[in-house]
């Protein structure tokens, strides 16, 4: 169980009149959430197992009320942390009790998007899906897909640096963003980049995306969009272990012919998904890869040959290649549905993220199972194998008392392996309060410190978000009072 | 510590074999210094009127996983290096380096983040940069990121200090991502060098649908890159039609870097795109962050920075 920063009492005490203030600065009442069962709906995100309801939340509908919602939090020390869709897994969007949240998820507008330019500017509350949507009849995408895609927000994706299955090929968020409309701690609005290829001056983007919203608030996104591929066709194969699956994957990466996906699944796994979509899984092998390419009819035909040859060489007992659009659909709906059907055979589950160089995969592989042994915890693992992104999902009952401890202490034993093999503890889902306290197995004390250095310069009272990120007695903030998570039901 | 010998150095320019000496050089400063690496991009920015330091002692790959296409390598090895080293495993970076003359290093290509042709497809020296080990302006030896591909642990330094001119911290080792040539796209960038033979030479980096304007009036010598979205622009002065080719860049959405000029020209005037004030506070920002005593080539880019 991890602890949290003490609230501020004295903040609390101004909670009527931080409200009042706040309503005046929205000039709607409608936009100021203060009822306590109300409020309960801010409580948590994907990971369900920390609960905190937040003092106050604040929807902003403009970037101009979100830079007065700052600038007051600013100027009263209130701490203020935005939410997009509330679906970190790593407990990015939870909230403290003395925490006022500016909900984004209002700011929904797609406002322009640019063909010659292969552009779209879009209000950080958009889902990531819906930018997709909206430009499929050009013959555009937004190629960054986590699995959340059709809750998941932009304004979040920047803020984690969010991958997905087919940034094996394209690439994660910050290879995709080109600019964004930045509000600073104190109120000021700052426009960074746009619509050309690079920036002037410092990498700001690349400082801001992945920051974990702590260094300021982005309210407008211009995201780069990609030609939608001829056609693609994903292709099943069952292996009868999970170590020939992990040793095919590391083989094909090797080749440098990337495909657009490779996504791992065990058996804990591929019986879950199969159970809860009906996507054709091979329901007798102990792991599955889902393997995409794409093109033309002739460059997929050459592909998938290449890809079969493979999996025959490391001992396929299965593969089938998707018949038609709508196999391949549900086959994708199987997989991004993944984490929700694990939620239909375990009560709770807490899923991890480290990275690991692909060549590494069967032997980490081997050694998550013996962890989850050791401490007696069935461990599913569905995951991006293509770049060694990992998904153990470590399955418990939260109603035993004092499990999350030891779900915890399982989690920590996997990211250490993951580290000693040349990896690191996460991937994608970034490292919010899950992973704040292993932050010290990847950085020293002074590599921490610059970090931090930069957090204090944009956010000297270190209001916005504050306790993830890094380990507390690290900042100084006493650990004093814990806030006590409560699992999920 | 020795002074350089070879190479586009400057005279004098103190050189050292280990990035702990390095840093331990830094830790001790009281008075500022120019970061240098193969010097190919020497003149571009303001001049930097301090004691120079040069990377070109640490050298050499540190890290190579042919079969993860991940190469490590310090600060100061030589693209040319790099690319044998590349090309024996039928391996290229992942990037186009630039050489305006000299011998460009890895450093050198990642704290200009100057991209060449290939931007569209396999993206800007910043798009591949793994994790850096880097020196800050205390003396501070530290490393970001990491040696895999999908990593957001903690902020992304090592991108951050991409395109950052060596103003906020000293590159001394760096992890990139490398590609099967299989995956090499034709260069373009033609006329090129007839750009680069002009005394002022200007390149724009344009929203595509502004880009074709400015091209069309441009008078002098001219190359186009990524699709359009790049100009190269050379002249025999600094501005087009009596504008201001960095007002006009910006009018247009994009910006412009002055990356040939005469060093008498670059003393009173900027290279680098002047930024809204907003924007300017924010670069503040990361300057205190990493080099608060202001050490490490100051006023390079812009005033104080």
């Given amino acids: 169980m991890l602890n949290m920063p003490s609230p501020s009492s004295a903040v609390l005490a101004r909670r009527e009149t931080i409200a009042s203030d706040l309503r005046q600065l929205l000039g709607d009442d409608e936009l100021l959430i203060t009822s306590a069962n109300e409020l309960k709906g801010y409580e948590t995100d994907g990971l369900a197992c920390y609960r905190t309801v937040p003092m106050l939340v604040a929807l902003a509908e403009t970037t101009e009320q979100v830079a007065a919602v700052l600038k007051y939090c600013n100027d009263n020390g209130v701490p203020v942390m935005a939410r997009g869709a509330g679906t970190s897994l790593a407990g990015g969007a939870l909230p403290q009790l003395d925490t006022v949240v500016l909900g984004l998820s209002k700011m929904n507008e797609i406002l322009d998007v640019n063909t010659e330019n292969k552009t779209a500017v879009v209000q950080a509350g958009v889902t990531n899906k819906n930018i997709s949507v909206a430009v499929d009849d050009l013959g555009l995408f937004y190629a960054p897909d986590p699995s959340s895609q059709i809750a998941c927000t932009i304004g979040g994706n920047v803020a984690m640096n969010s991958g997905g299955a087919h940034c094996l090929k394209y690439g994660v968020t910050t290879n995709h963003i080109l600019g964004v409309k930045f509000v600073t701690m104190d109120g000021e609005i700052v426009e960074i980049g746009g619509q050309a290829y690079d920036l002037p001056g410092y990498d700001l983007l690349g400082m801001i995306v992945g920051a974990e919203g702590q260094l300021g608030v982005v309210t407008e996104v211009t995201v780069r969009l990609m030609d939608k591929p001829e056609a693609a066709r994903p292709l099943l194969a069952g292996f009868d272990s999970a170590l020939d699956a992990g040793a095919c994957v590391a083989a094909i990466m090797a080749t440098g012919r990337t495909p657009v996906a490779i996504e791992f699944m065990d058996r804990p796994a591929i019986l879950a998904c199969e159970r809860f979509t009906g996507a054709g899984y091979p329901v007798e092998a102990q792991a599955l890869l889902i393997i995409e390419v794409e093109g033309s009819e002739a460059e997929i035909a050459e592909e998938l040959a290449f890809v079969e040859g493979m999996a025959r060489d490391h001992g396929a007992i299965s593969l089938r290649v998707a018949e038609d659009f709508a196999s391949a659909e549900n086959i994708w709906k199987g997989r991004k549905s993944a984490f929700g059907a694990i939620g239909q055979i375990s009560p709770d589950y807490l899923c991890m993220d480290g990275t690991i160089p692909v060549t590494k995969l069967p032997d980490v592989l081997e050694q998550i199972y013996a962890i989850g042994a050791r401490f007696g915890f069935e461990i599913a693992n569905i995951f991006h194998a293509g770049d060694g992104n990992m998904h153990p999902l470590i399955m418990y009952d939260s109603h035993r008392p004092g499990v999350l401890d030891e779900v915890e202490a399982c989690g920590a034993e996997i990211l250490k392996v993951c580290v000693d093999a040349g990896g690191c503890i996460t991937g994608e889902h970034g490292v919010g309060i899950e992973k704040r306290d292993h932050m010290p197995l990847m950085f020293s004390p002074a590599e921490l410190n610059q970090m931090k250095e930069i957090k204090r310069q944009f956010d000297p009272q270190w209001l916005l978000n504050g306790g993830k990120v890094f380990p507390l007695e690290e900042d100084g903030v006493p650990a004093g009072q814990v806030v006590p998570g409560r699992a999920a039901a | ?305």
């Fill in chain 2, 1 to 305: 510590m020795k002074a350089a010998e070879t190479g586009a150095q400057a005279p004098n320019s103190l050189i050292f074999d280990t990035p702990e000496a390095l840093a331990s050089h830094v830790a001790q400063l009281d008075q500022p210094i120019a970061v240098q690496g193969g010097g190919s991009k020497a003149g571009i920015g303001y001049p930097v009127d301090a004691a120079p330091v040069s990377t070109l002692g640490l050298a050499g790959v540190t890290y190579f996983e042919p079969k993860e296409f991940v190469l490590g390598a310090r600060a100061g090895t030589l693209i040319t290096d790099l690319q044998a080293v590349l090309d024996e495993h039928d391996l290229i970076l992942p990037f186009e380096p630039i050489a305006l003359g000299g011998e460009p290093t890895l450093g050198g290509v990642i704290a200009t983040n100057l991209g060449g042709a290939e931007r569209e497809s396999l993206g800007a020296p910043r798009d591949n940069v793994l994790g850096a080990q880097y020196i800050n302006g205390k003396g501070e030896l530290l490393k970001a990121g990491g040696r895999v591909v999908k990593n957001v642990s903690g902020y992304d330094i090592p991108r951050g200090l991409s395109g950052s001119w060596g103003t906020l911290a000293i590159l001394t080792e760096i992890t990139i991502k490398v590609l099967p040539k299989a995956r090499a796209v034709a260069q373009t960038g033609e006329g090129l060098d007839a750009v680069m033979a002009s005394p002022f030479v200007w390149r724009l980096s344009l929203p595509r649908d502004r880009a074709g304007d400015i091209a069309a009036a441009w008078p002098g010598v001219m190359a186009q890159q990524w699709d359009g979205a790049l100009l190269w622009l050379g002249g025999e002065a600094e501005a087009l039609q009596g504008r201001d080719i960095h007002a006009l860049a910006a009018a247009a959405g994009g910006h412009a870097l002055l990356v040939q000029s005469p060093l008498e020209h670059r003393r009173h005037n900027p290279c680098f795109q002047p930024l809204s004030d907003g924007n300017i506070a924010l670069h503040r920002l990361l300057k205190r962050a990493f080099d608060p005593g202001g050490m490490l080539n100051p006023g390079r880019m812009y005033e104080g920075i």
